[in-house]
Structures are given as structure tokens and as C-alpha cells.
């Protein structure tokens, strides 16, 4: 391995003094574009072999570089051999090879294909600090890969950016702009008809946006969609599937099926050489999972095993989670002093995953458990807390969504301006179109306008009908009733032949009809109005029905007579009803309630009465023109009025366990009487 690598550095070096030796060569303006073309060919039948032969790609590439004499393609190919060194882990390579092409970059005047090797330029550079565990940089320079691609030619590798950049910032725990950024990838794959085969990483990718939210729903469903392409991704986004899919099932605490995916994940890169890096990681995963089954001896093996590879490449966030793996290891074999020892020596680098300083203080918090310290493992208690609050806050994935839709705008612009060129009938079409929508306005306006009259002279003539069906039943009142005048003058000519003491009754019976008459002519009264009339039309029933007929008025203390409104005679035809059609004719004692009360929202009118109840074919029933009037009045107001009276009319049974029947009206506060 160490022959290996020094010998690969060595060449890296001559490669750098062959381009400064060849850097000031004059350019042939007639090579360029032949050999740029070249360059491009051959990155397009390499460019899937970088990750799964990276040794092999790199010679080529090396061989390609002396035989170009542009330097723009030339640093090209150097920007494709640093990537073969970073797939194969030689981070010390890659960063010497890229800063070479910086430095050019830097030095060149500025154009789309310059623009394209700075993206790449950059975009290495941060994939050399995720490595290294730098995350804050590599979500610098992601950033300026982005920007400067949109300046460039080739903008289908800008879903592979943005990945980038949202892994960067997930694991800076800004879940809500990574899952934006995620999904401003999905749109550029949509609206720039990038092959589909890009999309499993990016699916992924917003999985473990939901891993970190512990929806672990949402997370199997991009999962799912991912390993739909399983068999056509390349190793590495295997790989990442893989191990992303383990680590899912490792927060869920199942730690059995984590295993299985982490063994298939040393499976997979068993068949790639190259892929050291992501063998290593497989161990260190493989390591965490044997210990949170309490398996030590397994565990120990694993973190062995990678070790020393995290140490000689120096990255950091890997050596921290050894640490903590460690330091778990110590705890599970009671091994406390060598616990304090890894806990005096370990350094947290400043932007360490926030996922890893979780498991961290909950081993941390196991320590001080297990040596007394009760507030210092409340303390990293307490932590975690504060941390699964804010990871899982809902203000997060509002967010979230939020930015998706904001970035969709965005994305869906660039797109056209990058693949959109407006021709003379794509401009003929938009004005036809908008001429359309202006005529079908200008209709939808006269339609508008044509309903809105309609309706208006359909109120106005209902509104008529209405006056007109009052009137009716007004006149109709009036016709079921004899002659006032005539019945006044009878009744004066019997109290002038009667003593004193005989004309009360007569004296109430001239009120009832005088009532009677103003009433008829009133589309509503006062309830003390209507109670008045009431009372004096049981007064004088009270005489004809005898000793047992038992009339009781209640109003509710809430309820102010004086100040309620309900419709003219609403009370007495319900009583007039009772006493004609129920009482009359009964035998025994004959009972009458009237019952006010208030309720939640209005005044609710009970009359009852215990003469057997309603009964379709009884003898005794009536013509029913009484009740048609007050149904008919009240279906007139209800239609003027938002909330409505309610009318019931049903048998009762009473507590002596006669029948009876119940006439109810529920009538709402501000109740508009006018028509």
C-alpha cells in the first residue's frame, strides 16, 4: 500500500513539471476545438470508469495530457486524473492536482469552457473537504462549482453539483437546505430532460433528509423509488444507496437489518479495489452497529480493521466517531479508565455531524452514569433532548417545503434560459394564445354580467310573490274569522241587557276580537303582545272547559318579554289547536303548558299538551289553515334570513305516561322580520 501510493504521487509531480515546462507553448487556434472534441469523447466513454477503475483512467489520462498542446484541454484531463486519485483515496494527490488547475484558472480570461474547469476545479475541492470531514468549506465550494457552471457549457452535470451541495449541508444539520437543494436537482432533471439515471442519487439524498427528521415513511418511499435503479447505478451510488439505507435502519434501532445492508456493502466493494475509502466506512459502520447489540468482540474487530486507514487519511469526523465507538467499547467491557483516557484525548472538530455528537452524549451519558456523575449525564441528557427537538422541530420541514417551491421558480427560469430559444411561431403561438384568453375573458365577462341580472330581476320578482303570498295569507287570517263590526255590535247590544257582574266575560271576549283584529294586520308583534292575547283567549276557555283544565305559563328568567319579537298569532293557533282539537273532547284532568326559556343563540317556545297526542285520522282533527299560516310566514322570513326558525310538531310522553303533543319553535336572536 505505501509503494503504492508513493509511487502515485511521484507521478503526479512529473505531471506538474511537464505542464509548467509545456505552459507557455503557443496555441494552435486550429487544434483547439479538434482537441477539446477529443477531450470530450473521451471523458464521455471514461467517464463511468473513473469510480470503478480510477488506477486505470488515470494512466490514460496521463498519456492524453502529452499528446494536447492547448492548456485549457490539457488541465481538463489534470481535473480528471485529480478525480481518479480522490476515488482511489489518495487525498494528498488529488488536493496537489487540483490547486494546479486553480492556479490556472485563476491566471486564464474568463470563458464558458473556463468556466466549466473551474466548476470542476471547485467541485473537487469540496468533495476533498467532505472527505477530510471539513464540511463548512466543502459547502463553500460546492456553492461557487454551482455558480460558475451556470456560466459554462455544461449544465447536465449541475444535478451532481447540488447534490453535493446538499449532502454539505445536511451534514451541517441545515436539513431544510439540503432537502431544497435536493429537490432544485429533481426540477433541473425535469425541465432539462437529463437522463433519469441521475435521479436514485438525488432520491436518496432526500431520504436521508427524512432519516434525520426520524420520518422514517417518508424516508422508505424515496428509498424505494431509488432502488428501483439499483441494477443500472454505478458502484459508488451503490455504495451509497447501501450505506445510506443501513444507517436508516440504524436510527430506527434496527439494528439486525442495518447489518445485513452494511455487509452488502463490503460485499459490493469487495469487487473494486479501489474503493478503499468506502470499505473502511462499511467497517466503521459495521463496528457501531455490533456495538449497540452488545456484541464487543465484533465490534472491536471492525474498529480495528479501519482505523488505521481514517488515521493516515486524517479524517477527522471519522476518527471522531472511532472515539466515541471507543469509548462505548470501554463501557460495554467495564473498562472505565481507558473510557476517561479516550475521552481526555479526543478533540471534537468544530463542524462535526450533528448526528455523531448525538450518539457521542448518549455514550457520554452512559459514562457518568456508570461513575456517579448524575449531573454531568443529565447534562448530555438533556442535550440530546434539545437536539432531537430541534432536528425533528416542524418549523424544519415547513421550511423545507417552503424553499422547494421557491427554488422551483428559479430553476424552471434558468431552464429556459439555458435550452429555450423562442422562434417566430413560438412567439405567433403565445400571441394567438393570448388573444384566446382575452376572448374567452370578454365571454366569461358577459356570462358574469348576464347571470348577475338575471338574478337580480329573479329576487326582485320573488321578493314580489313574497309581499304577494303575505297579503294572501293575510286576507285568508282575516276571512276564517267573522265580521268584526258584526260581532261588536252583537256583543255591545249583550252587555247593555246584562248586569254588571255577567258582562266580564263578554268585556273578554270584545278584547279577544279587538286583539284579534290589530294582530291580523301585524307581520310580528312582542312576545308580551302575544301572551297578552293569549291569556285572554284561555281566560275565556277556561269557563267552557271547567275545573280541569289546567293552563301553565312559564317564561325563563333570561328571557325579557317586552323586548322579543317573534311572528303575529305564533302562540295562539299552537293553543287554539290544543284546546279545540285535543282538551276539548277529553276526559280527566286536561293539562296546557306554555314554556319560554332562552338558549345558547335564541329563544326556544314550547306548547304541550297531554290530550293523547297528534293523530293523522283522528275525529278531531282540524283544517290545519292555522298551522299553514305560521309555516307559510315563517318559510317567507327564513328565506331573507341567514339562521332560521325552527319548527317541530311531535308526540310526547309524559311523566303520568299519558300522550301528548309538543308544538317547538326555535327562533334566533336578531331576527329580521322585514320583507
Known amino acids: 500500500m505505501w509503494k503504492i501510493m508513493w509511487t502515485e504521487r511521484l507521478l503526479c509531480i512529473v505531471v506538474i513539471a511537464f505542464i509548467a515546462l ?7 487556434q486550429k487544434n483547439e476545438q479538434d482537441e477539446m472534441q477529443a477531450f470530450e469523447d473521451f471523458f464521455a466513454a471514461n467517464g463511468d470508469s473513473v469510480s470503478i477503475a480510477p488506477r486505470k483512467v488515470r494512466t490514460q489520462t496521463l498519456q492524453k495530457m502529452q499528446e494536447v498542446r492547448d492548456s485549457l484541454v490539457r488541465y481538463n484531463y489534470l481535473a480528471v486524473a485529480s478525480k481518479t486519485c480522490l476515488m482511489s483515496s489518495d487525498i494528498d494527490s488529488a488536493r496537489l492536482l487540483i490547486q494546479q488547475v486553480e492556479d490556472f484558472t485563476v491566471r486564464q480570461p474568463m470563458s464558458p469552457q473556463l468556466a466549466d474547469l473551474r466548476s470542476e476545479c471547485y467541485n473537487m475541492k469540496g468533495n476533498i473537504y467532505a472527505r477530510t470531514g471539513h464540511m463548512d468549506s466543502a459547502e463553500v465550494y460546492f456553492r461557487k462549482a454551482y455558480e460558475q457552471r451556470m456560466h459554462g457549457t455544461k449544465v447536465e452535470v449541475l444535478p451532481d453539483i447540488l447534490m453535493n451541495l446538499a449532502d454539505a449541508t445536511n451534514r451541517l444539520g441545515k436539513l431544510d437546505v439540503g432537502a431544497a437543494w435536493y429537490r432544485r436537482a429533481l426540477l433541473l432533471c425535469d425541465s432539462l430532460n437529463i437522463i433519469s439515471a441521475k435521479k436514485p442519487p438525488i432520491y436518496y439524498g432526500l431520504a436521508q433528509i427524512y432519516v434525520a427528521l426520524r420520518d422514517f415513511e417518508q424516508c422508505d418511499y424515496y428509498y424505494n423509488l431509488a432502488a428501483r435503479s439499483y441494477e443500472s447505478m454505478l458502484p459508488f451510488e451503490k455504495h451509497f444507496y447501501l450505506n445510506n439505507r ?33 470499505q473502511n466506512l462499511g467497517w466503521l459502520n459495521l463496528g457501531d452497529c455490533f456495538l449497540q447489540i452488545n ?3 465484533s465490534a472491536a474487530k471492525y474498529i480495528n480493521k479501519c482505523q488505521p486507514f481514517f488515521k493516515e487519511t486524517g479524517i477527522t469526523t471519522a476518527l471522531y466517531y472511532i472515539d466515541t465507538q ?12 481507558k473510557a476517561q483516557r ?54 424544519v420541514e415547513m421550511r423545507t417545503a417552503d424553499l422547494a ?15 429555450i430559444q423562442e422562434k417566430e411561431n413560438e412567439v405567433l403561438e403565445l400571441r394567438q394564445i393570448r388573444i384566446f384568453w382575452i376572448a374567452l375573458t370578454s365571454i366569461t365577462l358577459l356570462i358574469v354580467v348576464f347571470i348577475y341580472m338575471y338574478n337580480k330581476k329573479k329576487r326582485a320578482l320573488l321578493l314580489a310573490q313574497n309581499r304577494r303570498t303575505v297579503s294572501t295569507l293575510r286576507l285568508e287570517n282575516i276571512r276564517n274569522r267573522l265580521s268584526p263590526h258584526f260581532i261588536f255590535n252583537v256583543l255591545n247590544q249583550e252587555m247593555a241587557e246584562r248586569k254588571m257582574e255577567e258582562q266580564q266575560g263578554l268585556s273578554s271576549l270584545v278584547k279577544l276580537m279587538r286583539r284579534n283584529l290589530e294582530l291580523a294586520e301585524q307581520l310580528c308583534v312582542t312576545l308580551a303582545e302575544e301572551l297578552d ?6 281566560d275565556l ?17 333570561e328571557v325579557y318579554s317586552d323586548q322579543v319579537y317573534i311572528p303575529s298569532m305564533l302562540i295562539q293557533i299552537p293553543v287554539e289547536n290544543a284546546v279545540k282539537h285535543a282538551l276539548r273532547g277529553k276526559k280527566g284532568e286536561r293539562d296546557l303548558w306554555i314554556i319560554i326559556n332562552r338558549q345558547a343563540n335564541g329563544i326556544c317556545i314550547r306548547i304541550r299538551d297531554n290530550g293523547g297526542g297528534y293523530r293523522l285520522n283522528s275525529q278531531n282533527r282540524g283544517t290545519g289553515t292555522g298551522m299553514k299560516v305560521i309555516m307559510q310566514t315563517i318559510q317567507i322570513l327564513n328565506m331573507k334570513n341567514r339562521e332560521t326558525i325552527d319548527v317541530s310538531v311531535h308526540n310526547v310522553l309524559l311523566s303520568n305516561g299519558e300522550m301528548g303533543c309538543e308544538v317547538t319553535f326555535l327562533l334566533p336572536d336578531k331576527y329580521d322580520y322585514k320583507i
Open 22 to 28: 509545456t505552459a507557455c507553448t503557443p496555441r494552435e
Open 246 to 278: 443501513g444507517t436508516s435502519y440504524y436510527y430506527r434501532g434496527d439494528y439486525a437489518t442495518a447489518i445485513d445492508y452494511f455487509k452488502k456493502v463490503i460485499d459490493l466493494v469487495r469487487d473494486y479495489p479501489d474503493m478503499v475509502f468506502e
Open 295 to 297: 456484541e464487543a468482540d
Open 326 to 337: 471507543n469509548i462505548e467499547l470501554a463501557l460495554i467491557r467495564k473498562d472505565l479508565s
Open 342 to 395: 479516550i475521552l481526555t484525548e479526543s478533540v471534537t472538530p468544530s463542524d462535526i455531524d450533528p448526528d455523531m455528537v448525538h450518539i457521542r452524549n448518549k455514550y457520554l451519558q452512559q459514562y457518568y452514569e456508570e461513575t456517579e456523575n448524575y449531573r454531568k449525564a443529565y447534562f448530555y441528557l438533556k442535550e440530546n433532548n434539545r437536539m432531537d427537538d430541534s432536528i425533528r422541530n416542524e418549523r
Open 405 to 419: 417551491l421557491r427554488y422551483q421558480q428559479d430553476s424552471t427560469v434558468m431552464a429556459q434560459k439555458v435550452f
Open 533 to 538: 292575547f293569549v291569556k285572554t283567549y284561555i
Open 541 to 557: 276557555e277556561r269557563r267552557s272547559l271547567g275545573e280541569t283544565f289546567h293552563p301553565l305559563i312559564e317564561i325563563g328568567e
